[in-house]
């Protein structure tokens, strides 16, 4: 994780449902509008498609639907929230895109066994602030194992 400051990490914030989740900066290329997104057919449910974003084809992952979440209308707030995982830049649908933030390392909890809103192993932790809670995700996990491979498919035709 980037730190900040001694012992701080850079976050960014945002929300799905009425839930606010966080994902370290370092991790985070960008943050778009949503763009017209092309489907892909034989992928998981939860995955969008890909959309051409400057060149690149990257592949487009419905966090709701990854979370078994109820499917939202897109809304001017919708954000797709590019990310590095591991050597793939995958972008992340999720409602909207809201702060950036400065935590502090040692503030960050384990997650609750049963959060009851995303598949537990895609938690890293849960965060404690003044008066809300932030679930912070291990981008890793988010995607399983048919998933990167579909994923890592598209990465090898990336020239379309």
Same mark, same amino acid.
């Given at each position: /994780?980037?730190?900040?400051? #001694?012992?701080? %990490?850079?976050?960014?914030?945002?929300?799905?449902?009425?839930? &606010?989740?966080?994902? &370290?900066?370092?991790?985070?290329?960008? %943050?778009?509008?949503?763009?017209?997104?092309? =489907?892909?057919?034989?992928?998981?449910?939860?995955?969008?498609?890909? /959309?051409?974003?400057?060149?690149?084809?990257?592949?487009?992952?419905?966090?709701?639907?990854?979370?078994?979440?109820?499917?939202? +209308?897109?809304?001017?707030?919708?954000?797709?929230?590019?990310?590095?995982?591991?050597? /793939?830049?995958?972008?992340?649908?999720?409602? #909207?895109?809201?702060?950036? %933030?400065? %935590?502090? =390392?040692?503030?960050?909890?384990?997650?609750?066994?049963?959060?009851?809103?995303?598949?537990?192993?895609?938690? =890293?932790?849960?965060?404690? @602030?003044?008066?809300?809670?932030?679930?912070?995700?291990?981008? +890793?996990?988010?995607?399983?194992?048919?998933?990167? @491979?579909?994923? &890592?498919? /598209?990465? +090898?035709?990336?020239?379309?």
């Amino acid at each position: /994780m980037e730190s900040t400051a #001694a012992g701080n %990490i850079k976050l960014i914030v945002f929300q799905l449902q009425d839930e &606010e989740y966080g994902a &370290e900066v370092e991790k985070v290329r960008s %943050i778009e509008r949503m763009q017209h997104v092309t =489907r892909v057919p034989g992928t998981p449910d939860f995955v969008e498609g890909v /959309m051409n974003l400057r060149g690149v084809v990257t592949p487009i992952i419905d966090l709701r639907r990854r979370f078994n979440m109820a499917d939202r +209308e897109t809304t001017d707030a919708t954000r797709i929230i590019i990310v590095q995982v591991g050597e /793939m830049e995958v972008g992340l649908i999720v409602d #909207a895109a809201n702060d950036v %933030i400065d %935590i502090e =390392r040692d503030s960050m909890e384990a997650a609750p066994e049963s959060s009851g809103t995303a598949d537990d192993t895609c938690i =890293r932790g849960v965060i404690k @602030l003044e008066n809300r809670l932030l679930i912070l995700l291990h981008l +890793e996990k988010v995607l399983d194992e048919e998933a990167l @491979l579909m994923i &890592e498919n /598209m990465e +090898e035709h990336r020239e379309l």
